[in-house]
């Protein structure tokens, strides 16, 4: 049974996402504010998904994220935003999150999302590499090992990162749309979250920034992004 923690200091906001997530049969906790809920989530390891707000009484939410993410590269972060929030939700997702929730929320949207986040994780296990190693100009990545090497140097990748890089450079030179790759690497595909993966291929680009300043990861404006082919 997956278990998920939520963190959210409004009582209401709370209760409805704690009975209905128990009503699709989760395990789920409430936290009301930030500093009990990240002593717990940085002390166990026993959940699969955080629902966050942004907005917490003792600990900040995207602190809290940034966080856990350095901490758990692999665990699902939901966080919630408010309406007017834009700001937050960008940070949030380069912070790492996976996905957010916009208040006001319908239920059955909350549901929706956190089926599809757990069900991504599942099926997040990659089919088997098409190389163990791919090796490209000052870049080398160990897909068993699950290691980057810019120029010699090790670089931290979050898992969603790794995943995002090791599909385009499996595929170096074959452009994909942003929703082809919403599809592949996250598992979804819908209208509007197109910033998801600017916002992964932002950070990406920054990690493996070159001494000559040439980017892996190319834009084929109008179209998406691609690989570049240096090898």
């Keep these: 049974m997956p278990r998920i923690i939520v963190v959210e200091d409004d009582p209401a906001i709370g209760e ?5 997530l128990k009503d699709l049969n989760f395990d789920v906790q409430l936290f009301n504010d930030g500093l009990n809920a990240k002593n717990y989530l940085i002390s166990n390891n026993d959940f699969d998904l955080v629902i966050l707000d942004i907005m917490l009484p003792g600990y900040n939410g995207l602190d809290l994220c940034r966080e856990l993410r350095q901490l758990k590269p692999d665990l699902l972060i939901m966080m919630l935003t408010s309406l007017d929030g834009e700001a937050d939700r960008v940070i949030g997702l380069e912070l790492g999150a996976d996905d957010y929730l916009t208040k006001p929320f319908s239920v059955r949207e909350c549901q929706a999302r956190v089926k599809a986040l757990l069900r991504r994780a599942q099926r997040n296990t990659p089919a088997p590499p098409k190389q163990n ?4 100009e000052g ?15 090790l670089i931290e990748l979050t898992a969603r990162e790794f995943n995002l890089l090791t599909h385009l450079a499996e595929n170096a030179g074959q452009v994909f749309t942003r929703h082809q790759l919403l599809d592949t690497v996250w598992g979804y595909s819908h209208d509007g979250y197109e910033h998801t993966v600017n916002t992964h291929i932002n950070r990406l680009r920054k990690k493996l920034k070159r001494a000559d300043k040439t980017d892996y990861i190319q834009t084929v404006w109008g179209v998406g992004y691609k690989f570049a082919k240096t090898n």
């Design 139 to 153: 870049l080398e990545i160990s897909v068993d090992q699950h290691e980057i090497l810019l120029e010699g140097k």
């Design 133 to 136: 190693t791919l090796s490209f």
């Design 16 to 20: 409805m996402l704690t009975y209905h």
